[in-house]
């Protein structure tokens, strides 16, 4: 996977030169470009500590994963059901209970802190020293913002961002690439539809309308 500093990636896009993603992302729910996009997930470096925020990050976007169950997560929430990895008895808000799928991007991505930081067990996330030594039983909820707000202050192209901003974003990303209204409530956890309509700003629209043609119209 390319990795590049921020001010390769700035200065590329000043030659207009914008780096290829090797995601085909794009925010929906903070309007970033792929720039963007390139300096949050990619341009974070090569060391321990950088690996694990590429991995915080990921999991975010990609899992529309909340603050906490993010901190929380575990080595063994990480299984394969149906062929296909997932996190599995995730314990999210009111004590809800879902099982998330987890991308192939994010799993590569997820794997490679795991093996740098020679995870074995226990918290999937843990805390990095400076020097890159990685230490503790796992970390807080206030590490994963900074760990976000830390990738959007880098570069002029991405805008200051929280933990949920990347939350929502997944779950327009998932809504653009045609996934239902009930998977993407599945994938967030919400016990309410009306949630997943707030976070993806679905309105109701009569010109062309849902019900226009069913297939049991009148022949004309």
Same mark, same amino acid.
């Given at each position: 996977?390319?990795?590049?500093?921020?001010?390769?990636?700035?200065?590329?896009?000043?030659?207009?030169?914008?780096?290829?993603?090797?995601?085909?992302?794009?925010?929906?729910?903070?309007?970033?470009?792929?720039?963007?996009?390139?300096?949050?997930?990619?341009?974070?470096?090569?060391?321990?500590?950088?690996?694990?925020?590429?991995?915080?990050?990921?999991?975010?976007?990609?899992?529309?994963?909340?603050?906490?169950?993010?901190?929380?997560?575990?080595?063994?929430?990480?299984?394969?059901?149906?062929?296909?990895?997932?996190?599995?008895?995730?314990?999210?808000?009111?004590?809800?209970?879902?099982?998330?799928?987890?991308?192939? !991007?994010?799993?590569? *991505? #997820?794997?490679?802190? &795991?093996?740098?930081?020679?995870?074995? $067990?226990?918290?999937?996330?843990? /805390? @990095?020293?400076?020097?890159?030594?990685? !230490?503790?039983?796992? *970390? #807080?909820?206030?590490? &994963?913002?900074?760990?976000?707000?830390? $990738?959007?202050?880098?570069?002029? /192209? @991405?805008?200051?961002?929280?933990?949920?901003?990347?939350?929502?974003?997944?779950?327009?990303?998932?809504?653009?690439?045609?996934?239902?209204?009930?998977?993407?409530?599945?994938?967030?956890?919400?016990?309410?539809?009306?949630?997943?309509?707030?976070?993806?700003?679905?309105?109701?629209?009569?010109?062309?309308?849902?019900?226009?043609?069913?297939?049991?119209?009148?022949?004309?």
């Amino acid at each position: 996977m390319l990795v590049v500093g921020t001010a390769v990636a700035v200065a590329a896009a000043k030659r207009g030169q914008v780096p290829e993603l090797p995601l085909p992302l794009e925010f929906l729910a903070v309007p970033l470009g792929n720039l963007a996009i390139f300096a949050v997930l990619v341009a974070v470096g090569l060391y321990n500590r950088r690996k694990r925020d590429r991995a915080i990050l990921s999991l975010l976007l990609g899992c529309g994963l909340r603050c906490r169950e993010l901190a929380e997560l575990t080595l063994d929430h990480l299984q394969q059901r149906e062929d296909h990895w997932a996190v599995v008895d995730l314990i999210g808000k009111a004590g809800h209970l879902r099982t998330v799928p987890v991308p192939d !991007w994010v799993k590569q *991505i #997820t794997d490679e802190w &795991v093996v740098a930081a020679g995870v074995g $067990s226990g918290r999937l996330f843990r /805390c @990095v020293s400076r020097s890159g030594t990685v !230490w503790g039983e796992g *970390i #807080t909820e206030k590490v &994963v913002w900074h760990v976000v707000l830390r $990738s959007s202050q880098p570069s002029w /192209c @991405v805008p200051k961002l929280a933990p949920h901003d990347l939350r929502r974003s997944c779950a327009r990303l998932c809504h653009a690439a045609g996934g239902e209204m009930e998977q993407i409530q599945f994938l967030l956890g919400h016990v309410s539809v009306q949630t997943t309509e707030k976070y993806l700003g679905c309105k109701q629209r009569l010109r062309g309308a849902v019900n226009d043609r069913i297939g049991i119209e009148p022949a004309q």
